[in-house]
């Protein structure tokens, strides 16, 4: 194996726009006609979750999306250390970064305040398995009676739409209790996990007992990944984050290169010492 870095592929089927999103995308996102009368608007929300994206005071624009093909390399360590593979940890970071950032860029390119129901997902391609494409989608949205507080927008600190992975209910729920969604926030460590030794392999072999080696590796590697999402939530000036998923990957490295991906939605309240309602019971007359 040889130690290489990440790196996106460009294919020569459509020139990208300076944003990386294809002239093909422009068209199609130039047929919606946002606001206008007989407006036409493509969403991936249920149809609960539609209505109540629209009962909380936000009218869906459009499907947008952002992706990219990515090489993730390799990386030389010592088999018998625990380590993080930094260069791999920043490529698969990276790489989710720039779907993430098209997938922004065609939520501007239709005047949108945010974008709704955000997934993140990978997929690596039969025909190499060290190349994957990183696929960010949702559901663009435009404030339509949401009051965004004495801001007076709902654009994140970076100027750009803030983007969320709640659900349609969770959103409703999320703006109902007083609270707005900054952005998706997410942190990523790619980690080595040693090898154990023959010896201790051998000495726990038919017994109940820790193998602190490995504890150790996978607490360090959560912990990574969940400090570099806060950070992102701190350099936001969001209050918190909320809907947080811990995720474990091995992708196609083997069994002892694991990759922990943290992700959530940031979150602010809209008004300075906003008290949440206490929620109210409710009864059941189903049998």
């Excluded at 068209?27 to 991936?44: H, I, M, N, V, Y």
């Excluded at 942190?187 to 201790?200: E, L, M, P, T």
Aim: net charge negative.
């Amino acid at each position: 194996m040889t130690e290489t870095t990440g790196r996106e592929l460009a294919g020569g089927a459509a020139r990208p726009t300076a944003e990386g999103i294809p002239e093909e995308a422009m068209r199609r996102l130039a047929q919606l006609q946002p606001g206008g009368k007989g407006s036409f608007f493509t969403s991936d929300l249920t149809v609960n979750e539609f209505l109540l994206v629209r009962e909380a005071g936000f009218r869906p624009l459009g499907l947008v999306l952002g992706s990219s093909v990515y090489h993730v390399g390799v990386q030389l360590g010592r088999w018998s250390k625990n380590q993080e593979l930094t260069k791999l940890s920043q490529a698969m970071y990276h790489a989710r970064d720039l779907a993430m950032g098209r997938m922004e860029a065609e939520a501007s390119a239709l005047g949108a305040d945010g974008v709704v129901g955000v997934r993140l997902d990978i997929e690596f391609k039969e025909f190499a398995s060290d190349i994957a494409e990183f696929i960010a989608v949702g559901t663009a949205v435009k404030a339509n009676g949401a009051d965004p507080g004495p801001g007076g927008s709902w654009l994140n600190n970076k100027g750009k739409p803030f983007t969320s992975d709640l659900s349609g209910q969770d959103f409703w729920t999320l703006i109902q209790a007083g609270y707005a969604p900054v952005d998706m926030v997410m942190g990523s460590c790619v980690y080595h996990v040693a090898h154990q030794r023959f010896a201790q392999a051998l000495s726990t072999t038919g017994r109940n007992v820790e193998i602190e080696t490995f504890t150790q590796a996978l607490y360090d590697a959560r912990e990574l990944a969940m400090s570099r999402m806060q950070a992102e939530g701190v350099a936001l000036d969001a209050e918190g984050i909320v809907s947080v998923q811990l995720r474990q990957h091995s992708h196609s490295w083997g069994s002892h290169t694991t990759e922990f991906f943290a992700i959530g939605t940031a979150v602010r309240p809209l008004r300075e010492g906003h008290v949440i309602d206490r929620p109210t019971m409710v009864l059941g007359l189903d049998a």
